[in-house]
């Protein structure tokens, strides 16, 4: 498959007009061909209507077409070979085996999806029959499902080339619930994200789709981002990165007319919480686990461990000097481009320039362009508790270690600290009366809550959640990663005294779907 450079509007591959756009290798600085043309105003429009006017006949397409469709696209990201896998490589530094692993959980995604899409019982049917006869009042005949909301935009993740992009869970989710989705390339992936895209757009004509339930767009700066969450058939928003700039598309939505959702994964810092006998137990195995995690993908998940608190005393100065040489040992590795790397070394610097902060350890500063050194610092919780800045992620390889005077200072850290994607606990039998206390507080704060693990690597499955309070994202009830997902994409619709011929298929006395579905409050599948 060749890249041309082109957007993908529907059926056609069009050359942007608004300047031009190169992908840069991170590691070398080179940049990547061919070059991509910027779309306009008039290109967003193009693909926005073209996705209207597939929203009806797509959302009327059989759950298996569209899971036959979800699968179609799977085999075509594999079906592209070495030469996406070579170009994601290029195009991120990331190493052969991080990218051929995040391709397997992209085909894994939509092969999820597609099997939700199939059993549908994302639907949520309910049917609550009439009642002619009863007394004060009669009962309509009242049925519910859910429809997909319309056009969704989705916005390509820097961190995530493929599985958090152009077919990666927020499309797979949208196409799962019957929404055309309107993707923009990520400027630093631009060639992975053609490859892709032709990839998803050869799937909607093989599967007889109207041309409208995908398109891909480019452009440099804010503009075509804009003008997409702004478009009036865009109905939700997907999207990865700075709480800057979701928070940005967060306010542009809700300023619009009719005002749309938007998802917005923002920032975490993923506090771990060492409870007493958890350190007395392993202080050096936890030690070597954190910093394993924090220096994975050059700390640049969204769920790295971002501070760390225990207990001052022997077994937490165990556990630092563990960290120390742990850390000493990481040699630096390529940042995903140049202004990840730049905006980790500023963050970095501040916590240095911190007179109540201290390093404790860095990594190997040897490396090529755009390297993340491994840094560890460490403050006391007194600071931490009268520093707001140190609640700010510092996005890459770098953790904050917080010495607390008492386990009351753990507990008031897990008071203090703001929404997060993940919280973990550490803890051995005797420290269960303590994580009793901490538990209620960190499921106010954070979507998952670990025990003796570490958050990063998130498990696509059923029972999933990435999301939680701001400002990790814009709305705590639901999650970018996992089954649960498509509830982003959905909203239900009641249908009162329908004839039967004009009911949908998952609410009609046949069921001929199969559905498991609420009837009469009770919930049966005959």
């Known amino acids: 498959m060749k890249l041309t450079g082109e957007m993908l509007i529907g059926g056609r591959a069009v050359r942007g007009t608004e300047g031009t756009l190169h ?79 995040e391709r ?40 519910l499902q859910k429809i997909g909301v319309g056009p969704v935009a989705v916005f390509g993740a820097s961190n995530f080339p493929l599985a958090f992009s152009v077919a990666g869970g927020d499309t797979a989710a949208a196409l799962a619930a019957g929404c055309p989705v309107v993707a923009k390339s990520h400027s630093s992936h631009l060639g992975t ?66 005002p749309i959702p938007v998802y917005a994964e923002m920032s975490s810092i993923n506090p771990v919480f060492l409870l007493p006998g958890a350190l007395a137990e392993r202080a050096e195995k936890i030690a070597q686990g954190l910093v394993d995690s924090v220096t994975l993908g050059t700390g640049q998940f969204c769920t790295k461990p971002g501070i760390v608190m225990g207990v001052a005393g022997a077994d937490f100065d165990r556990f630092r000097a ?41 990594g190997s500063a040897q490396g090529g362009a755009n390297a993340g050194q491994p840094m560890v610092f460490t403050t006391t919780a007194q600071h931490f508790l009268a520093t707001p800045a140190l609640l700010e992620e510092v996005f890459g390889p770098a953790a904050m270690l917080i010495e607390c005077g008492s386990t009351g200072e753990l507990v008031a850290i897990a008071k203090y600290i703001n929404g997060q994607l993940t919280a973990t606990l550490h803890l051995a039998e005797s420290d269960t009366e303590l994580a009793r206390t901490l538990v209620p507080l960190l499921e106010r704060k954070a979507g998952r809550v670990l025990v003796n693990g570490f958050p990063t690597g998130v498990e696509v499955a059923y029972a999933m ?43 009609q006395d046949a069921n001929p779907l199969h559905l498991w579905r609420l009837v009469e409050g009770k919930l049966q599948q005959a």
């Open 104 to 143: 397997g959980r992209t085909v894994g995604q939509l092969r999820l999806f597609a099997s939700l899409a199939r059993e549908g019982r994302w639907l949520n049917a309910v049917v609550d029959r009439a009642m002619p006869e009863r007394k004060p009042m009669p009962r309509a005949d009242l049925r």
């Open 322 to 362: 563990t960290v120390q040489a742990s850390v000493e040992a990481k040699a630096s590795t390529t940042m995903l481009n140049s202004g990840i790397h730049r905006a980790y070394c500023n963050g970095a610097a501040e916590w240095g320039k911190d007179s109540g902060v201290r390093a404790v350890s860095s």
């Open 23 to 101: 992908a840069v290798n991170p590691a070398t600085g080179a940049e990547l061909e061919p070059a991509f043309g910027g779309g306009t105003a008039q290109d967003v429009d193009a693909a926005c209507s073209l996705a209207e006017a597939a929203f009806n006949p797509y959302r009327a397409v059989s759950l298996e077409k569209r899971a036959q469709f979800l699968e179609t696209i799977a085999q075509g990201i594999l079906d592209v070979g070495d030469a996406l896998v070579e170009r994601v490589m290029a195009e991120s530094g990331l190493p052969r085996g991080r990218v051929e692993g």
């Open 193 to 258: 994200s053609e490859l892709v895209g032709r990839v998803v757009q050869q799937a909607v004509a093989e599967c007889g789709l109207p041309e409208g339930v995908f398109s891909l767009l480019v452009g440099s700066g804010a503009s075509v981002g804009e003008e997409l969450v702004k478009h009036p058939a865009i109905q939700a928003v997907g999207f990865t990165g700075s709480r800057k700039v979701g928070r940005h598309l967060v306010a542009l939505a809700a300023a619009r007319e009719v």
């Open 465 to 507: 959640v990435h999301g939680g309070p701001s400002p990790a994202t814009s709305d705590s009830r639901a999650t970018s990663v996992g089954a649960m997902s498509i509830e982003r994409f959905l909203r239900p619709v009641c249908y009162q005294d329908f004839p039967a011929e004009l009911l949908p298929e998952a609410l």
